[in-house]
């Protein structure tokens, strides 16, 4: 076998593998494509009572999981998302919002600081205070997405060809 037709099919063994890898969960396209709201978030928030029923795609870093006696809930701090429906946390913030459910999120898994993506209906607001001040939540009530940091979803290995000599 010449080297030039190794080279060929060792990248073709290869390539499909480090395509693949570091990926992390995605957004379903079907879900993608079931939003109905595309504007700002801080448009979304101040007429959330409007927009009540649109399927919504927001994403941001988890503040805090809390679970009641009949549903759960995670509120997160809003940062836009890139074209792979990801939070940008390197971008300003337009504020916070709420994640329910009624199924059980455990606290430990949705822990503060992990990113996440909602996807699901918007169910208006809810005023809630932060210190002395009166904030409107809004709320969405659907699917979420937990991302890793992007530092961490690189291929762990190293793949290198070599004579076996330094200089």
């Not at 939003?35 to 988890?62: C, N, P, S, Y």
């Not at 679970?67 to 995670?74: A, G, Q, R, T, W």
Request: hydrophobic letters at 40%.
């Amino acid at each position: 076998m010449s080297v030039k037709r190794f080279f060929i099919f060792l990248c073709a063994l290869i390539l499909p593998v480090m395509l693949g890898c570091g990926c992390g969960p995605k957004v379903p396209r079907e879900v993608a494509r079931q939003v109905t709201w595309t504007g700002d978030f801080k448009t979304l928030q101040a007429e959330a009572e409007t927009h009540a029923g649109e399927f919504v795609m927001v994403g941001g870093r988890i503040i805090a999981t809390k679970n009641f006696p009949d549903k759960s809930e995670i509120a997160v701090l809003q940062f836009p998302l890139d074209a792979s429906n990801r939070p940008q946390p390197e971008k300003p913030s337009g504020g916070r919002f709420l994640i329910r459910s009624k199924a059980f999120i455990d606290p430990e898994i949705y822990a503060p600081g992990k990113l996440v993506t909602a996807a699901g209906r918007l169910a208006g607001a809810e005023k809630r205070m932060i210190g002395e001040y009166e904030y409107a939540h809004p709320v969405v009530k659907g699917d979420f997405w937990v991302f890793e940091p992007r530092e961490n979803s690189f291929p762990r290995f190293h793949f290198g060809v070599g004579i076996g000599k330094t200089f």
